[in-house]
């Protein structure tokens, strides 16, 4: 099935840096999402991001769909930012399981004050 | 409006017991998923329900583990003979149509399961 990796595992930043979440996939994909896990655990959409680039405020995320990977660019991180980022894709060709979503082991973000 | 909800929160359950866990999708939505999460890992797939069609159950990781759903309503996740291997938050989402047709997913809080 296909594969999901992230990087970095984890980071650690100083509030007010700007850091590059990566996400890597091994195969075609229909639906990618990136989600914010707080610290209580509560998974919080952030971008529906298959191809292309998008903005939200500090944060923005770009998708090279033809080269397999997705970027998320969080600028002036705040403290609030912390917890553990998720990619997660849906396979484009049926692979595994069809319509659920296959999550990356994610990248634990701690900003410090 | 209401988001995902889940039931019980928190579960403390002896070894070889069963459990239900609950979950309340977003009004309206027709599909409904339930993974689960160990402690510091991410997310595995165990069931996708998909409207009226024959539920998705391949990543349930024995016939231990079952779900139902009502239409396009309530769902219930059950643990038999529960394992402290069970321990994990239980997570359900839900979405207003197929992944593939752009429809994004949303998270309840979670069913933290702790097996004694």
């Known amino acids: 099935g296909i594969q999901v990796e992230q990087s970095p595992p984890d980071l650690i930043l100083q509030e007010g840096a700007n850091s590059t979440l990566r996400c890597n996939f091994s195969?075609?994909?229909?639906?990618l999402q990136w989600f914010h896990q707080n610290p209580w655990g509560q998974l919080i959409n952030l971008f529906y991001i298959p191809s292309g680039t998008k903005q939200n405020g500090r944060l923005s995320a770009t998708t090279v769909a033809t080269e397999r990977y997705s970027l998320l660019y969080i600028s002036s991180s705040q403290t609030t930012d912390s917890g553990v980022y998720f990619c997660?894709?849906?396979?484009?060709?049926?692979?595994?399981?069809?319509?659920?979503?296959?999550f990356g082991k994610g990248t634990k973000l701690s900003v410090k004050p | 409006g209401a988001g995902v909800s889940q039931s019980p929160s928190n579960k403390v359950t002896e070894k070889g017991k069963d459990v239900e866990l609950r979950c309340d999708p977003i009004?309206?939505?027709?599909?409904l998923y339930w993974y689960r999460q160990r402690l510091g890992q991410g997310l595995e797939f165990l069931i996708y329900f998909q409207g009226n069609s024959a539920p998705d159950k391949s990543g349930l990781p024995s016939d231990r583990f079952s779900a139902e759903r009502t239409g396009e309503s309530v769902s219930t996740l059950t643990i038999q003979r529960t394992q402290q291997e069970d321990s994990a938050v239980y997570l359900c989402?839900?979405?207003?149509?197929?992944?593939?047709?752009?429809?994004?997913?949303?998270f309840g809080p979670g069913t933290r399961l702790t097996v004694t």
């Open positions: 195969d075609s994909v229909n639906n």
């Open positions: 009004s309206g939505h027709t599909a």
């Open positions: 997660a894709v849906e396979p484009g060709n049926y692979g595994g399981s069809q319509g659920n979503l296959i």
């Open positions: 989402a839900s979405t207003d149509g197929r992944l593939r047709q752009g429809y994004e997913q949303y």
